[in-house]
Each structure stands twice: as C-alpha cells, then as structure tokens.
C-alpha cells in the first residue's frame, strides 16, 4: 500500500530527475548539441573528460545518452571511431618517450590501445578463431627438394 509519503518521495523524486535531465541538456545544447558531443568522442575525448568540461556528471550524461536508442547507437558509433585516434595518440606517446620516460609512455600507450580494442573490436581486438598451422617436416622436405643437386651431398 502507497502512503501518501511515499508518493510525495515518488514525486518528488521524478521532478528531481526531470530537472537534472533539463540541466543536461542545456548543458549539451550550450556546448554546441549532441553532434559536437559526438565529434570529440569520436576525437579520442574521454566521456568523464568531456562531462568536466560541459559540466555535468557522468551519470548524467549517461541518462540523457540512453533517453534515445538513436543517441545510443550514435555514441557506440563514435566510440567506434575514437579507436582510430586512440591508436593514432599511442603512436605519438611512443615516438615523443625518452629513455627517462619510457615505461610511463609504455603504459599510456597500452592503456589506449586497450581501449581502441574494446572500442572497435573488428579492427583491434583479438581475432578469435584465427589459427595457423605449420607442419615442419614438410616445409623441410620442401626446402630440399628446391635445393639444386649440386648442393645435395649423396652419402
């Protein structure tokens, strides 16, 4: 049974989540709208880097993104595309390192090659199920019989 307080607390509740939505997306709106949220996702811009600048939090930011399927599928696409710079900016930290820096710049660039994986797996994750096989003896018997007979010594 729903006491009157609890549907006060209920209320006020979604009135409270219906004014941070309103303040996220004027945030949004203010920062350019949700295609230049987009685009700076798709930079390489980490979410959390990005709400500090616009001033929202990130859950926040998540919310509005799952408001709509279409944002959803839009953030997914970026991020799919921020792999491209993450993998880009591992090669700049690695070309920038210094012998004094090397395991640091190690680690930044491992950490973004990690994401660019889980971001785009089909271009940079494990390729699962890929296997080779390679019958030794053969390739030496190969190599043999390519040989000229000059070279074969018959004993």
Avoid at 36 to 55: M, P, T
Avoid at 82 to 97: G, K, N, Y
Avoid at 116 to 144: C, E, H, I, P
């Amino acid at each position: 049974m729903n006491t009157a307080a609890m549907i006060a607390d209920k209320q006020a509740m979604e009135t409270h989540t219906k004014q941070e939505m309103s303040k996220t997306n004027k945030a949004i709106h203010a920062f350019g709208g949700e295609d230049r949220i987009l685009d700076r996702v798709a930079s390489g811009q980490s979410v959390l880097s990005l709400c500090a600048e616009i001033g929202v939090s990130a859950g926040r930011f998540y919310d509005w993104v799952n408001k709509s399927e279409e944002r959803t599928a839009a953030l997914a696409r970026a991020r799919e595309v921020s792999a491209h710079s993450l993998v880009e900016q591992t090669a700049a930290i690695v070309d920038a390192a210094t012998p004094d820096d090397v395991a640091v710049a190690k680690l930044r660039a491992e950490n973004r090659w990690r994401m660019a994986k889980a971001f785009n797996k089909a271009q940079y994750g494990d390729q699962a199920g890929m296997t080779v096989n390679l019958n030794m003896g053969d390739m030496a018997l190969d190599s043999l019989r390519k040989r000229p007979a000059s070279v074969v010594i018959d004993v």
